[in-house]
């Protein structure tokens, strides 16, 4: 009677120990199941030979264990030496030059053809042709230090122009373009004293008594741009791609007008360019809306094409910054706001100091010395409340004396503050600069670069959405201008 065998091969298992016709005993030699190694009897140290499988066939004895070879042996056995094999010879090969085989000509994808069914109708487009000029253009790389925001470089250069118009009496400096940072284009090669370079000390007149600041401008040479390249590539006859500083030339030429005319949003290529103050697009939480364009070059087969359009963007209202205060708060006076929006604490006040942050004012309780200030947050004080000590030599007999905001203006400047309890604005970026509300103007022109609310998305998407008819007669305002 054959028992359960293990997993010996005798009896249809898989342990080493062969037949499964009896019960084996797990471990022992010819049991089932996966057995011991076998151990070395006391007299040698040979293991015992195996029974007889099921089928009758005696199995060979095993050589010696690795244990018992250990046994009998003391020393271990030598290994052999390891030969580490030499390294991989790199054959110099020599520098691959393409032959006729690999030159692939960089081709422009060409229409296969016009379609052929339906019906033909006239489309119009938003797309205007550009004459390029055929002669070329030079560039003139400008430096102007300290460094100044684009509004301050274009009239700087504009002074520039004049200066050196009156000394050579020389058109050329007057049909000159400049991009607003480092890049001068004209169509012919300006002439000064110094041959291709100039350096000059130019002084910027201040604006509301302000001192005048001086700049110095270098305009340098520094290439001659070849118009013919960009002919050659509207033609296909041979440029793979459109030059790059050829339309770039273009591109100055186009944003040079309308920057000087409106308010613009100069990016690298292309622009956008906004009209003024409306107060009938004021929206919510003290923005206003205002209408332009937006333009960009586009070179395709045989044309260089303008893409004009209308663009909408939001721009801080401006006024005094009480009036942009009710409005922020969707109210028309100050005084209708709850005062508890002015609480430090509040989410209110966090959110109306973070829509304050970086924004230009102008001051209007002097009318001398420094006027703009950037406000950097609202105070946690407001002028009944916050004191400050008189210090300096315009303190006079009042030097060391502690006082309030409100008395300050009050005893210095004779001004009775009528909104005291509004918090302070903080200015200044070394030294914190505190002053009423009521004492601050908003600076027109002012972009917001913050990310809109829900409904003033959808104040701007009224403004914005037009009749097709109306859209067209937009367009070609801009291109007008």
Aim: proline fraction near 9%.
């Amino acid at each position: 009677m054959s028992g359960r065998g293990g997993r010996g091969r005798g009896g249809g298992g898989r342990g080493r120990g062969g037949g499964g016709g009896g019960g084996g005993v797990p471990g022992a030699p010819g049991g089932g199941g996966r057995g011991q190694p076998p151990q070395p009897s006391a007299a040698g140290g040979a293991p015992a030979a195996r029974p007889p499988s099921a089928t009758g066939t005696a199995p060979q004895a095993r050589p010696p264990s690795s244990a018992a070879v250990a046994s009998t042996s003391s020393a271990p056995a030598p290994r052999p030496p390891r030969v580490s094999a030499p390294p991989p010879v790199r054959e110099e090969l020599p520098p691959f030059e393409p032959d006729e085989t690999f030159k692939m000509e960089r081709m422009r994808p060409r229409r296969p053809a016009a379609g052929t069914r339906g019906r033909k109708f006239p489309l119009l487009v938003n797309l205007f042709t550009i004459v390029v000029p055929s002669a070329d253009a030079y560039h003139y790389d400008v430096a102007i230090t300290p460094e100044a925001p684009p509004p301050i470089n274009r009239r700087l250069i504009a002074e520039w122009k004049k200066i050196h118009f009156a000394r050579s009496k020389s058109e050329d400096f007057k049909v000159i373009v400049y991009d607003g940072r480092k890049n001068i284009y004209a169509p012919r090669r300006l002439k000064f004293a110094d041959g291709d370079s100039v350096t000059d000390k130019l002084a910027l007149p201040g604006e509301d008594q302000d001192k005048d600041r001086m700049f110095t401008i270098a305009v340098k040479h520094v290439a001659t741009v070849n118009m013919e390249r960009l002919h050659r590539f509207l033609d296909d006859k041979g440029e793979g791609e459109a030059p790059r500083d050829a339309l770039q030339v273009l591109d100055v030429v186009l944003k040079s007008r309308p920057a000087d005319l409106f308010e613009s949003v100069i990016r690298r290529t292309g622009g956008s360019f906004y009209e003024g103050y409306e107060p009938k697009f004021n929206i919510s939480n003290g923005l206003n809306a205002r209408n332009g364009w937006r333009q960009s070059l586009r070179p395709t087969y045989h044309d260089v094409l303008l893409n004009l359009d209308i663009s909408t963007t939001c721009f801080y209202q401006h006024g005094p910054l009480p009036n942009v205060v009710a409005a922020f708060f969707n109210k028309s006076r100050i005084q209708d706001v709850n005062p508890r929006s002015f609480e430090p604490k509040s989410t209110e006040f966090q959110r109306l100091s973070k829509f304050l942050s970086s924004v230009n004012i102008n001051i209007t309780y002097r009318s001398s010395g420094r006027r703009k200030y950037k406000i950097r947050r609202l105070h946690k004080e407001s002028a009944a409340r916050a004191n400050m000590t008189m210090e300096g030599d315009n303190a006079g007999k009042m030097a060391g004396k502690s006082m309030t905001i409100e008395k300050f203006f009050l005893s210095v400047h004779g001004i009775k503050l009528a909104l005291p309890n509004l918090p302070l604005v903080e200015c200044g970026t070394s030294k914190s600069v505190l002053i009423p509300m009521e004492l601050c103007e908003i600076l027109p022109n002012q972009r917001h670069l913050g990310k809109l609310s829900d409904a003033q998305t959808a104040d701007v998407i009224k403004i914005a959405a037009v009749a097709p008819p109306d859209r067209q007669a937009r367009i070609m305002k801009g291109r007008r201008s």
